[in-house]
């Protein structure tokens, strides 16, 4: 069974960082692209950024540019998200989503996790 | 970028109506759109990608069609567990995948 679970979140000043972490297990997780999806409370869902099975692609929403960074470390079957310069509307629920198709980038997402929450506030 | 219009927002219906809910894409994206069911305080499930391709495990009463700038997610016969929000998405064009805004269905 296709397991991801998010860690990291929590609450941050203004300005500092944070640094997300996704484990995936019960799939090959070097042969799918991963993206991080975001939820503002009681909002709907914001696409954040994604990264292809061999980390060839990687791509971020405009608001988040300069600021995020996406990687993966596939042996250790791992997804991250770098956030810098942290700012009150990042504040949000952030989910990892596994696309469904293997060696595909840019597709739908068949798994998720449960989110971490990061709220940004002094 | 993209932007993508739910309508309606907000639908309130009854246990065993037909509902249809729509999306609708600022250009073209070709049959590129997935719908997703979101719950309180539960991660989204894909249930419908390439406009029309039930999600393995997804109820036969959920069904999808349309292209290029307009997509439908009709559910037949509402049952109590469908009550949720439904959101749908681009894929497979340009960054960002960006969403619907979401349609929140509601019990009337």
């Known amino acids: 069974e296709v397991h991801l679970e998010e860690s990291g979140g929590g609450l941050v000043q203004p300005g500092r960082s944070l640094r997300l972490s996704c484990v995936g297990s019960?799939?090959?997780?070097?042969?799918?692209?991963m993206h991080w999806v975001r939820q503002a409370p009681g909002k709907g869902l914001e696409w954040v950024s994604g990264?292809?099975?061999?980390?060839?692609?990687?791509a971020y929403v405009d608001s988040v540019k300069g600021r995020f960074t996406i990687s993966r470390d596939n042996a250790k079957n791992s997804l991250y998200l770098q956030m810098n310069s942290l700012r009150p509307e990042d504040t949000a629920f952030y989910y990892c989503?596994?696309?469904?198709?293997?060696?595909?980038?840019?597709?739908?997402?068949?798994?998720w996790g449960q989110g971490t929450l990061v709220t940004v506030s002094s | 970028d993209i932007h993508l219009t739910q309508s309606p927002s907000f639908l309130s219906a009854s246990v065993g109506d037909r509902v249809t809910i729509t999306c609708r894409a600022s250009?073209?994206?070709?049959?590129?759109l997935a719908w997703y069911q979101q719950k309180p305080g539960r991660a989204p499930k894909l249930l419908i990608y390439?406009?029309?391709t039930l999600h393995s495990g997804v109820p036969s009463r959920f069904s999808g069609s349309g292209s290029g700038t307009e997509f439908t997610l009709t559910i037949t016969s509402l049952q109590p567990e469908d009550f949720a929000t439904y959101y749908c998405?681009?894929?497979?064009?340009?960054?960002?995948?960006?969403f619907g805004q979401g349609t929140k269905l509601e019990i009337k």
């Open positions: 989503a596994k696309e469904a198709g293997q060696y595909t980038y840019g597709f739908d997402y068949d798994s």
């Open positions: 998405q681009q894929v497979n064009n340009d960054p960002p995948y960006t």
């Open positions: 250009q073209g994206i070709s049959h590129y």
């Open positions: 019960g799939f090959a997780f070097d042969d799918y692209a």
């Open positions: 390439a406009a029309s």
């Open positions: 990264i292809s099975w061999e980390s060839g692609t990687i």
